[in-house]
């Protein structure tokens, strides 16, 4: 197949590679730059730590009191934050395997009662409420916006060009922010038609919604939310 991938760097072409491997042609458009914020985190002795993204985990790993913080428990949303945050120089990682409310359900039923400090470590605009679930569970949570996921305003001209001939076979989505940005620099260019012809795999429900809003005809939501689940529907 022919495809085209929107996810951020260095995600991106990782995937792309795996893609190629198995005989698909891919066209990599990253359509979200992620960037750090200068925020200092401290060392926060007894802190537990929460991510829903890989970005968190990279950008932590970065971060001047990284140091400090390697041994503290880490919760995180799946398999790919969870290898994320290992490869990052974490050694204690817990993994919800699932989404966001996965990941609430977890932490709150291991620290509900404790006085847990809990230290939400996150982008600038998310796509759920995580802190919002735990406070309303009795937990207290320190939100922290430690990187900015900022929008691509237009496709790269390769990815645009594809579009418009319509030889692009099938769009991989990964984030709600994504899709979301995809629909914008289609409608920046008055392509809306063309950008919604091809077949779009998304992450999940909540990623596919923006494109079922828009009309698009053919949507595959992967059973659960991880690439290889969604790299599955590539052979269906």
């Known amino acids: 197949?022919?495809?085209?991938?929107?996810?951020?760097?260095?995600?991106?072409?990782?995937?792309?590679?795996?893609?190629?491997?198995?005989?698909?042609?891919?066209?990599?458009?990253?359509l979200l730059q992620i960037e750090p914020i200068d925020v200092r985190l401290g060392e926060r002795p007894g802190a537990v730590l929460l991510m829903t993204s890989a970005s968190a985990a990279r950008i932590t790993a970065v971060n001047p009191d990284m140091p400090g913080l390697r041994d503290r428990p880490v919760f995180v949303v799946g398999a790919h934050?969870?290898?994320?945050?290992?490869?990052?120089?974490?050694?204690?990682?817990?993994?919800?395997?699932?989404?966001?409310?996965?990941?609430?359900?977890?932490?709150?039923?291991?620290?509900?009662?404790?006085?847990?400090?809990?230290?939400?470590?996150?982008?600038?605009?998310?796509?759920?409420?995580?802190?919002?679930?735990?406070?309303r569970d009795g937990l207290k949570v320190e939100s922290i916006a430690i990187y900015a996921a900022n929008a691509i305003q237009q496709f790269p001209a390769p990815a645009e060009a594809a579009l418009r001939a319509g030889s692009i076979d099938g769009v991989l989505h990964f984030s709600r922010r994504t899709t979301q940005t995809y629909l914008a620099c289609a409608e920046a260019l008055g392509g809306r038609e063309w950008a919604l012809r091809p077949a779009h795999y998304c992450l999940s429900a909540q990623v596919a919604a923006p494109l079922v809003d828009a009309g698009a005809a053919l949507i595959r939501r992967a059973a659960r939310p991880d690439e290889a689940a969604l790299l599955s529907l590539l052979n269906i």
């Not at 495809?3 to 698909?24: K, N, S, Y």
């Not at 120089?89 to 359900?105: C, H, I, K, M, P």
Request: with cysteine; charged share 20%; glycine share 10%.
């Open 81 to 135: 934050t969870a290898n994320a945050a290992r490869t990052a120089g974490f050694t204690d990682v817990t993994s919800a395997d699932g989404d966001a409310g996965d990941l609430a359900r977890l932490v709150a039923q291991r620290f509900a009662g404790t006085g847990a400090s809990l230290v939400y470590l996150r982008g600038r605009e998310t796509a759920g409420d995580l802190a919002g679930c735990l406070t």
């Open 1 to 30: 197949m022919r495809l085209l991938l929107t996810r951020p760097e260095p995600d991106a072409e990782r995937t792309a590679l795996t893609l190629r491997t198995r005989g698909h042609v891919v066209l990599t458009a990253p």
